[in-house]
């Protein structure tokens, strides 16, 4: 299992750019392993983590293994939505196509898909002129079911007892509920890994323990250039 291959890395090390968790030496104790789950928001890693950087490349198994020394990953679950084409990126499907190829050779990763709905609206403008049309036809997008999925398998997999740990990325605080439900009715632990710069201020506090993910772990968990599986190449996209 992932776990078994875990660099242990003290609170506080600098290697990886991130820092103690809170509680961090409960789980840093002892030989045993927690047996551990996660959880990752594909599109609120994505835009709090890597969007705008040379970094989109991300190994999630090893960003797993270098934020959790001392858990047994049982399970990496990923949620996603496939995107459409829309000007002016036409080749985003095609990457995130490239991308999720990549993430299939993870030990343990399975991905959830949740879905798109694109349609056309009329909007405001912030300052309309005072002659003419006062709104603009825009696309508006909405990624719909990665957060419900999300909630429902933290759920289900505490309700089976197929963890000790739950380990969630992300910094919705959609999430709040399914959380608290997990540690006061389950009583589980469940530990929160996030991008973005500030923190949910309500989602924080209903964690376990929180990492932040930083600059440095995201260096270091890149996929090789290229990769390898069962049906051959796999070439990092051009601009990752």
């Excluded at 599109?43 to 970094?55: E, H, I, Q, R, S």
Aim: aromatic share 8%; with cysteine.
């Amino acid at each position: 299992m992932l776990g078994h291959n875990i660099k242990r890395i003290l609170p506080g090390a600098s290697a990886t750019g991130c820092e103690a968790p809170l509680g961090a030496s409960a789980f840093m104790q002892g030989s045993a392993k927690l047996k551990t789950n996660v959880y990752v928001d594909g599109f609120n890693l994505y835009y709090g983590a890597v969007k705008g950087t040379d970094l989109k490349w991300l190994d999630i198994g090893k960003l797993c293994q270098l934020l959790l020394p001392g858990h047994d990953i049982q399970s990496i679950r990923y949620f996603t939505a496939l995107v459409t084409p829309r000007p002016p990126d036409m080749g985003q499907p095609q990457r995130q196509r490239i991308y999720i190829r990549a993430l299939e050779t993870v030990p343990n990763l399975s991905i959830h898909y949740g879905s798109f709905l694109s349609r056309r609206k009329r909007r405001p403008l912030v300052n309309p002129p005072s002659v003419g049309p006062r709104t603009v036809e825009v696309f508006d997008t909405e990624e719909k079911g990665s957060d419900v999925n999300l909630a429902t398998y933290l759920l289900r997999d505490g309700f089976k007892g197929e963890y000790e740990v739950a380990v969630v990325v992300s910094n919705d605080s959609d999430l709040i509920h399914p959380i608290e439900i997990v540690r006061n009715k389950l009583n589980l632990k469940v530990g929160l890994l996030n991008s973005h710069p500030t923190p949910s201020v309500r989602l924080k506090p209903v964690a376990t323990f929180y990492k932040r993910i930083r600059g440095g772990v995201l260096a270091a968990s890149q996929f090789p250039n290229p990769l390898f599986d069962a049906q051959g190449r796999i070439t990092k996209p051009l601009g990752w």
